[in-house]
């Protein structure tokens, strides 16, 4: 009887180092009660990307560096040893002379005061799968050459290239993931940055950034709205962008001008305006469709207005009418399938840009906006929340949470974080338009704690900030507008583009903000505006899911019969990655922790 005894794995412990691509093998023994049992035991290793046991050899992908354990078993008894890959990858020897890599291998020249790295930032931290930062710099020369490392705990790049000014590097997109994928976490694994450069015979010490990446992935796409600018005459349009896309894509097409949109949070439905007729008609639009198409509330239903925001089931929405007048602004509270009004003055007059939380006990929105005209041209107002009853429709008296005074402009376009408790917004001087100065901030939804997120806000030029909706790697996202340059490529056109911040969570500093990336396949030649962070349409029962969170019913698991991951049932308790209402549903508690309504483990932080 070999009840529970424990399996002799050997080696306990092992590295291999992957050197270029080329594998090395570790050969495993098992034994039990002194006899050899190595190939009666089955093998399992818990990070695939990183290696797996192939008869009685542990062998490693090449692609992932990491730690992880190899575990034998046989009937009731087991044993583990641990295993170490770093991955060494050299690219583009062959792109420089002899003599170049060679001075660039072992610089003389001292420090480089000419060369200076323009993005990313410093300390800016990125998630796992978004697409590769374009590393940009000036100060080089026509006929310069340089030598770029990208270094990790378990994985070192090295790059020889030329660049010629306007200096950029876009490393392979198969290598950054890689890159990020062997992080051991945002902030015990830095990844250092190091660029130098040789010019006329001789190279300089290198040039050394600190980057972080976050062991999370954001989930969802960003919906935003672009205005031509230096891209030609197009129609304004409302495009879809996630985290890892090269284009946005033009998911709907309802002809003519459109925008001032919302989207529901499990991601199915928008709801956005026409220009034409005056006041603008509101639409919904069905996003589960590929193109997207016209859902129940057309221009015929007769609802007008500009910015609104879904309830937490998606059954509710609240409208601002936006009319020209100060005595007229408020927040209707409509049926989302018919458009019926349910509610006809939610917060008060002279209130707009509103937010509903994603637990859907609370509205919040901008009121004691002033004077005629459209609510984003209004110079006065401050940001007010409410109680929503379980009718999601009867609403308690406003109180206000952030005064205008006391900061320059007024408060603008609320969002919640994902788990309700916080509230970012902004402070631009220009009414809420993005064509003044503009910081962010952060607040608790009882006005306690407020925080400017100086570091995101670099330049006084950030707008309209929008969370993601999940929390990921240890950190909220925010999606926002900013003008600030884009390294070389966009410099002093006072451009608003989309960029994403890093917010510790839990943001106890005083400015819990990061240093941000510029997402990179939006098009830079036109305006970027308006961006709302949402889910994708949820997934049916049967169809393929990475986690619980691309299901509607919350629970993504390991279909028995093909190995592929479906949308399913759960049976008893969650495992990571699926639907939770507290910590005690999830499998592995109290390690892993119920985070945004799902399973989560423990991040490497």
């Known amino acids: 009887n070999n009840m529970g005894q424990q399996i002799q794995v050997t080696p306990p412990s092992f590295t291999l180092t992957i050197v270029d691509g080329a594998i090395v093998l570790q050969p495993l023994t098992a034994t039990l009660n002194g006899q050899d049992v190595t190939a009666q ?232 305006n026409l220009d034409q007729p005056f006041p603008f008609p509101q639409i919904t639009i069905d996003l589960t469709t590929t193109p997207a198409t016209a859902s129940t509330i057309t221009q015929s239903t007769g609802l007008t207005g500009t910015f609104s925001a879904y309830n937490d089931k998606g059954d509710r929405i609240v409208v601002s009418n936006d009319a020209s007048n100060n005595a007229t602004k408020l927040l209707r509270i409509v049926d989302a399938n018919s458009g019926a009004v349910l509610n006809n003055n939610a917060m008060g007059n002279g209130c707009g840009e509103p937010a509903w939380s994603p637990d859907g006990t609370k509205l919040a929105a901008i009121c004691g906006l002033q004077g005629g005209g459209w609510v984003f041209d209004m110079g006065t107002g401050y940001l007010a929340t409410a109680d929503v009853a379980p009718d999601g429709f009867s609403v308690g008296a406003p109180v206000t949470i952030v005064p205008q005074a006391g900061a320059p402009g007024r408060p603008a376009y609320p969002s919640f974080a994902p788990g309700s408790e916080w509230i970012a917004y902004g402070r631009p001087t220009a009414g809420s338009r993005s064509t003044g100065q503009g910081k962010l901030w952060l607040v608790r939804n009882d006005g306690t704690d407020p925080k400017e997120l100086t570091t995101a806000s670099v330049g006084d030029s950030s707008f309209n900030p929008s969370f993601a909706p999940l929390r990921a790697g240890g950190y909220f996202w925010i999606v926002y507008i900013s003008r600030r340059n884009y390294g070389n490529r966009l410099v002093n056109t006072n451009r608003q583009q989309l960029w994403i911040t890093a917010v510790t969570d839990p943001p106890t500093a005083a400015d819990p903000s990061n240093p941000p990336f510029y997402l990179r396949g939006q098009e830079d030649c036109g305006k970027s505006e308006n961006a709302y962070f949402a889910l994708e349409p949820c997934k049916q029962l049967g169809e393929s899911c990475t986690s619980g969170v691309d299901c509607c019913d919350g629970n993504c698991i390991k279909d028995p019969n093909t190995n592929e991951y479906v949308c399913g049932n759960p049976s008893g308790c969650a495992q990571d990655g699926n639907a939770c209402e507290t910590s005690a549903d999830c499998c592995n508690a109290p390690t892993s922790t119920c985070v945004d309504g799902f399973c989560q483990g423990q991040i490497p932080q």
């Open 41 to 272: 035991v089955s093998w399992s290793f818990q990070k695939p990307l990183i290696g797996d046991v192939v008869g009685s050899d542990f062998t490693p992908t090449g692609n992932v560096g990491g730690v992880g354990t190899v575990t034998a078993t046989l009937g009731n008894s087991s044993g583990t040893a641990t295993a170490t890959v770093t991955i060494q990858k050299t690219v583009g020897v062959g792109s420089i002379t002899p003599e170049q890599k060679a001075a660039l291998d072992a610089p003389t020249r001292g420090a480089d005061a000419a060369l200076n790295m323009l993005y990313p930032f410093d300390q800016t931290v990125f998630p796992l799968d978004v697409l590769a930062p374009e590393i940009m710099w000036n100060g080089g020369g026509a006929g310069d050459a340089y030598k770029l490392t990208i270094n990790e705990t378990y994985y070192q790049y090295t790059e020889y290239f030329t660049a010629p000014p306007p200096s950029r590097k876009l490393i392979a997109e198969a290598d950054w993931t890689n890159i990020s994928k062997s992080g051991n976490g945002a902030q015990t694994d830095p990844v250092t940055v190091s660029l130098n450069r040789w010019s006329n015979g001789t190279a300089y010490d290198p040039n050394v950034r600190t980057w972080r990446i976050a062991q999370g992935s954001l989930k969802g796409a960003v919906y935003y709205w672009e205005l031509p600018d230096a891209c030609g005459s197009r129609n304004w349009r409302i495009l879809k962008i996630k985290p890892n896309d090269p284009v946005p894509e033009q998911f709907y097409t309802p002809g003519g001008c459109w925008g001032c949109h919302t989207v529901s949070r499990d991601g199915s439905k928008m709801m956005a």
